[in-house]
């Protein structure tokens, strides 16, 4: 009875270490994190990717207002899984951080130095009491001195770069995907292909235009592009992932 109690105080304390050194609302982020629905980063030669799978859960509901892909600066684009809201919070912090190291030193922000500031701020949440840590991952993607960026904020502060990276909901499927099928002299298309290809490969094989977000940052133009549907529903058709719609099964429950 004291074991579980003892138990207990570690769970529910964030500033408290558990006996093997683990902090357990830090792990439960984690555990929020893979309860979104999926988010992926591709770095190429010619630019960063982001795409994710938004999964609007009722006819009902605009498409619009589902929002996983955020513009963060001109030449950084910031996709999410995991707790909306705490996305939102984050989002908002990076994009305060953008604005003062333009005003303070009359440059855009590197996409390294905003991504350590964002974990940063992320790590503070993970020793202060009455606080809980955020239950969210990012996935930042830009272009820094002429070279794409791709990094991943963790729940717990830490910061990890990668050339193609899944977050959120099927990670280790989506992560062996990008594994196997990565191309190191991949351009942009590539990338966009390769990204569509694995949301698509823990999705029945096909994915709807109004269900993915899809964004770029360019090398060339150094420039934050997120794509409308129009754009999506080509890429999808060229790519043979388009849902068309004629293998739904009438005796479906449109409840489920």
Known sequence: MQGQQQQQAYDRGITIFSPDGRLYQVEYAREAVKRGTASIGVRTNDGVVLAVDKRVPSPLLEDSSVEKIHKADDHVGIASAGHVADARQLIDFARRQTQVNQLRYG??????????????????YTQVGGARPFGVALIVGGIQNGEPR???????????EWKALAVGSDRGELQTY???????EADLDGGIRLAL???????????????????????????????????????????????????ESEDDDPAE
């Open 107 to 124: 440059e855009p922000i590197g996409v390294e130095t905003l991504t350590k500031e964002v974990t940063d701020h992320i790590q503070q």
């Open 150 to 160: 791709l990094f991943e904020t963790d729940p717990s502060g830490t910061p990890y």
């Open 178 to 184: 990008l594994e196997e099928n990565y191309d190191d």
């Open 197 to 247: 290809d694995a949301l698509a490969s823990v999705n029945d094989g096909s994915l709807l235009p109004n269900e993915v977000g899809l964004a770029t940052i360019d090398v060339e133009t150094e420039t934050f592009e997120q794509f409308d549907q129009d754009r999506i529903a080509d890429h999808l058709e060229e790519n043979d992932v388009l849902d068309d719609g004629e293998d």
